[in-house]
């Protein structure tokens, strides 16, 4: 049997070749095509090493909006590349032999290809700066809105949503019963009398405010009232009904909260990657109950924690038929690791519960509403 010997100059080599193999630090850039998106999405991925030696990773989505999104621990284990967003989505790639390339896919409810080329800092894309903040409106303000623009949905628009981009309000797919619910902080169950139409035709808002600054959170509702008032001659009066609810509590003394360092004074944040899969940012757990009850749950969600200030945390679940309006929500492909059903998962990843109770809720009880004025 014959034996073949390297010189030592090429065991020192090969060595160094393993070690640099093994060595993703530095810029990886890669593109997605999300479903129905009318161009691909660049992807930057930049990894370093933490103060205790593990990988951390920060993702940026530069045809969007550029802002930095700081990713789970980055693992490299076999060749096999990992890493996570919570409740955003996660990427699992094979890293090639000279750990230039990193073949792919990315899981956010789909599951879509992107691989990434190593690149060096003269052939990285540029990343844009984050847009600048917007200083506050004052507090003192009440604002309207001066320019409204209200159309129609798309017949086969996808999904729904309602934020603010810049100072401009955009809602996409929202009923009037979904924009009271808003608005109002109610459930639509604590929404009687009106017309059919409120919860079945949908509208695509963009309205911008008549008053300097970022509204926060009251401002903003406070002009959406107005709007209602005004385009769709909304009037009504309260009621209080006994009803079936959940009551937000304690499941234990010391809940996985994360407080939020962001500003207070900013927008909160409650974001949907996916059904069951939830990232809250500044946000009280007022309004974390509000979006449950709104977009979620059948019942109105009534916050019983008491507990003050604003919060970061994800939740992801398995939802029932029960949830998100009993739209079809496909099983999951891997039941072995799905995640538990809600009211499992808000006990375990957040240490609050849901509990089925009666009380007594305010209910807006609609006494005149008409189809939008045109434009």
């Not at 479903?35 to 990894?47: D, N, Q, S, T, W």
């Not at 169950?189 to 959170?217: E, F, H």
């Not at 690791?337 to 609609?366: N, R």
Request: zero cysteines.
């Amino acid at each position: 049997m014959k034996r073949y010997l390297l010189p030592l100059a090429a065991i020192v080599a090969l060595s160094g070749s393993l070690l640099r193999a093994q060595d993703i630090t530095g810029t990886w850039q890669g593109t997605l095509t999300p479903p129905g998106a009318p161009k691909e999405l660049r992807i930057v991925l930049k990894v370093a090493k933490a103060d205790d030696g593990k990988l951390k990773g920060t993702m940026y989505s530069i045809d969007q909006d550029g802002q930095s999104i700081p990713v789970g621990p980055v693992t490299l284990q076999s060749g096999v590349v990992k890493y996570a967003i919570a409740g955003f989505g996660s990427y699992e790639g094979k890293l090639n032999s000279d750990a230039t390339l990193i073949s792919g896919r990315w899981t956010q409810g789909a599951d879509l290809p992107l691989d990434f080329k190593h690149v060096t800092e003269a052939a990285a894309w540029t990343i844009p700066p984050p847009p600048a903040k917007i200083e506050p409106m004052a507090d003192s303000a009440d604002p309207a809105f001066e320019v409204a623009t209200i159309k129609p949905s798309k017949p086969d628009e996808p999904g729904k949503m309602l934020t603010v981009r810049g100072r401009q309000l955009i809602t996409i797919n929202l009923t009037l019963a979904d924009l009271i619910s808003f608005a109002y902080g109610v459930h639509a169950k604590q929404v009687t009398g009106g017309a059919p139409w409120m919860s079945t035709d949908k509208y695509d808002i963009t309205a911008l405010p008549d008053t300097p600054g970022m509204p926060n959170d009251k401002q903003i509702k406070g002009m959406l009232k107005k709007l209602l008032a005004e385009r769709f001659q909304l009037t009504f009066h309260h009621d209080s009904k006994e009803l079936s609810v959940y009551a937000l509590t304690f499941a234990k003394s010391n809940p996985n909260l994360k407080k939020s360092e962001a500003d207070p004074n900013d927008l909160p944040g409650l974001f949907f990657r996916g059904p069951g899969r939830m990232v809250i940012q500044n946000a009280s757990l007022n309004e974390f109950a509000n979006t449950m009850q709104s977009v979620v749950l059948d019942r109105p969600v009534v916050d019983q924690t008491g507990l003050p200030g604003k919060f970061d945390f994800a939740l992801n679940w398995t939802p029932d038929e029960s949830q998100f309006g009993g739209i079809r929500i496909p099983p999951p492909t891997d039941t072995a690791d799905a995640p538990p059903g809600l009211f499992t998962a808000i006990q375990e990843q957040i240490g609050l519960k849901l509990d089925a109770t009666h009380a007594a809720v305010d209910v807006l009880v609609i006494d005149r509403v008409e189809k939008p004025s045109e434009n």
